[in-house]
Structure formats: structure tokens, C-alpha cells
């Protein structure tokens, strides 16, 4: 790997780390309940998070940006969101050896690809995947 590609993983990382979350969320769409794999950062500067999208496009073709609006004192806030399982797996692995923080709740996610691509898309949640629901819960509490 290239040392501008290694020093632009590590800056993501480090992001990711101390501005980012890595956990899963219950969602329901129409009258299904399930669970919703999400890796985001948050930052005022929009330039960073326009910077992140726009690498994590070239690297693993997904990401995209919410605005969080200014509110009494407090700057508007710019998020990019990574969602769907593949862009999760490809961006994860590529960040996981820079991660110190965030590393944990990463190889839990990752585990959680893992089983979900076993197991399939479409079958009940496990035991297992549930746990680790709980686990990145508590840990990004």
C-alpha cells in the first residue's frame, strides 16, 4: 500500500475514532423491525466531511452526507454516513489497523458482517447478532 494512501486511511481513522460511531440500530420499514448497521462522523467543518465522502466513494463506492442544522449556539453540524453492509465490511477493513478507539466496536461490526453474510440477508436475527447489538450498544454509551 502507499504511504498517501496509509497517512489518508490513518486521518480517517483518527476521525473515526474521536468524532465517529460505529453501532447498530433498531429501524422499521413498513411493518418489518430490523437491525441497521451504521458507521458515521460528525464534524462543523464541512470541507472534512465532504473530504471523507468523497475518498470513501473512491475507495469502497459508498457514503454520502446529512446536514445537522445550526440550533441556538451551536454550528451546524455535517455527518457522513456509511450504511449498507458491503461499504461497511471494504471501509472498516481498510481503517481497522489505524483504529485504536473505535477498534473494538470495528471487529464487532465485522463479525457481525460476517454472521449476517452466512446466515443471509433475509433469515430471523440469531442469538448471536443480538448480542453483539447490545455489546456495540453498551460500548458507545
Known amino acids: 500500500m502507499e504511504d ?7 486521518y480517517i481513522a483518527g476521525l473515526l475514532d474521536g468524532e465517529g460511531y460505529i453501532g447498530i440500530r433498531k ?10 448497521l451504521l458507521v458515521q462522523i460528525t464534524n462543523s467543518d464541512k470541507e472534512v466531511i465532504e473530504w471523507i465522502k468523497n475518498t470513501s ?5 459508498s457514503g454520502f452526507i446529512d446536514v445537522l442544522p445550526a440550533k ?7 455527518v457522513f454516513k456509511l450504511e449498507g453492509m458491503k461499504g461497511i ?7 481497522l489497523p489505524y483504529l485504536r478507539i473505535k477498534r473494538k466496536q470495528a471487529e464487532m461490526a465485522l463479525k457481525y458482517i460476517s454472521i449476517r453474510e452466512k446466515r443471509g440477508l433475509t433469515k ?4 448471536e447478532e443480538y448480542h453483539i447489538y447490545k455489546m456495540l450498544k453498551q460500548l458507545n454509551s
Open 4 to 10: 498517501e494512501l496509509k497517512l489518508t486511511l490513518a
Open 27 to 36: 429501524a422499521s420499514w413498513k411493518k418489518y423491525r430490523h437491525l441497521k
Open 57 to 61: 466513494q473512491t475507495l469502497v463506492k
Open 72 to 78: 441556538n449556539t451551536r454550528k451546524a453540524r455535517y
Open 89 to 95: 465490511k471494504r471501509f472498516l477493513q481498510m481503517l
Open 124 to 127: 430471523p436475527y440469531s442469538n
